[in-house]
């Protein structure tokens, strides 16, 4: 069974521009979390998704937003990027029922 | 909400020694994980231990819920266990949170 996947792995952008983060689950797993890991803060939760519904978020600002789709991928985006938002962006699975989450590689954001 | 503190904050081994990860988590919890993340950022599955005792190889690890806290053990320790080792707990309404992690440096 495939895992959990993430696009792109690596962006770089500039400050006050936008990007959109993907992220597939493990398929038949219906909840994605999403998590940002700076040096600084460590790991962060970002939100969690089920069943297209936003369950839980973290504390972030809204410039921070995430929507999941029928088929349970789930996008994260970031309006108004600034320095501090370089990070890499983990997206974890898992499924109905369980509690065991399964990380994705990461996409790695560059802010410049 | 819930602190997770993990403890030593640094390890660096000799290869073939044994070492032992703490976990100390402030409120009940439903779950725990153990993660290893390697160079590259990929976060492995260890162990889901919310209670109890696993072994898997080389590694195991034991949490008592009751006392809130949870270990990691690994033994003959080789080069490619370097990395850093998280401990996660889930704090209810879907929502995990992550110690600070522990940094091993195995030299060879």
């Known amino acids: 069974k495939a895992g959990v996947t993430q696009t792109p792995r690596y962006l770089i952008k500039t400050r006050g521009q936008q990007v959109t983060l993907s992220c597939s689950p493990i398929s038949g797993h219906r909840s994605v979390s999403w998590y940002q890991q700076t040096p600084g803060q460590g790991l962060q939760f970002l939100f969690e998704y089920f069943s297209e519904t936003q369950r839980n978020k973290g504390n972030f600002p809204g410039r921070f937003s995430g929507r999941q789709f029928s088929n349970s991928r789930s996008e994260m985006n970031v309006s108004t990027l600034e320095l501090g938002d370089s990070a890499l962006y983990l997206c974890?699975?898992?499924?109905?029922?369980?509690?065991?989450?399964?990380f994705g590689p990461g996409t790695r954001l560059t802010v410049l | 909400g819930i602190q997770v503190e993990q403890s030593p904050p640094d390890l660096i081994l000799q290869e073939g020694a044994n070492s032992t990860l703490r976990c100390n988590f402030s409120d009940s919890v439903n779950n725990l994980q153990w993660f290893h993340q390697n160079p590259w950022g990929q976060l492995i599955n260890l162990f889901y231990?919310?209670?109890g005792t696993k072994q898997n190889g080389r590694l195991s690890a034991t949490t008592v819920a009751t006392e809130r806290y949870s270990l990691l053990y690994i033994s003959s320790s080789q080069t490619t266990d370097s990395g850093v080792y998280f401990c996660?707990?889930?704090?209810?309404?879907?929502?995990?949170?992550f110690g600070a992690g522990t940094r091993l440096f195995v030299k060879a």
């Open positions: 231990i919310p209670s």
């Open positions: 996660a707990v889930g704090a209810g309404g879907f929502k995990t949170i």
């Open positions: 974890a699975s898992f499924a109905l029922g369980g509690n065991e989450q399964f």
